[in-house]
């Protein structure tokens, strides 16, 4: 009968490892998925409001981490790295819709258009000539307060 249980604990080592890396990936996936959604959201409002898209960061990066912790995807030890890529990853989205956007208005085309016309080096130019240090700046405060919202996650 003791033969048994040893038996049984190598035989979910695999499963808890698979269990585990199938888990990481999803939440890898959900970071990803909602950085997306928050950079699009947060470039399409400001394009109709006409404010920075560094400010609405601010809030975005809050709005991100917790809709990321009540997912479970902001668990361990990485939680706080994945929050501030995650904050990154929607600002470069926001500010490269930005410049398509500005793209579009200069060259009269369409949005699908412009991304055709200029292609990525010219997005990614655009959207660098358009960042101001202060908006670098709020960027990064975005990122520290996600990193420290995650952070309390933890404990």
């Known amino acids: 009968m003791n033969d048994a249980a040893p038996t049984s604990r190598t035989q979910s080592a695999p499963s808890s490892l698979a269990t585990r890396l199938l888990r990481g990936a999803l939440s890898v996936l959900a970071v990803l998925m909602c950085a997306l959604a928050l950079g699009a959201l947060i470039g399409l409002v ?21 809709v990321l ?9 990485f939680a706080p790295l994945a929050a501030v890529a995650a904050v990154v990853l929607a600002s470069a989205y926001a500010e490269c819709l930005d410049a398509i956007a500005r793209v579009a208005a200069v060259t009269g085309a369409s949005f699908a258009e412009s991304w055709h016309l200029g292609g990525v080096a010219l997005m990614f130019q655009i ?8 908006s670098l700046l709020v960027y990064s405060v975005a990122a520290l307060l996600a990193a420290w919202m995650a952070s309390r996650s933890l404990h």
């Not at 912790?69 to 030890?77: E, F, K, V």
């Not at 959207?127 to 202060?134: D, I, K, T, V």
Request: charged letters at 15%; hydrophobic letters at 60%.
């Open 46 to 66: 400001s394009l109709f409001v006409d404010i920075r898209a560094c400010w609405l960061m601010l809030v975005g990066a809050l709005l991100l981490v917790w």
């Open 69 to 77: 912790r009540a997912s479970g995807s902001l668990r361990g030890r």
């Open 127 to 134: 959207a660098e000539l358009g960042l101001s240090p202060l």
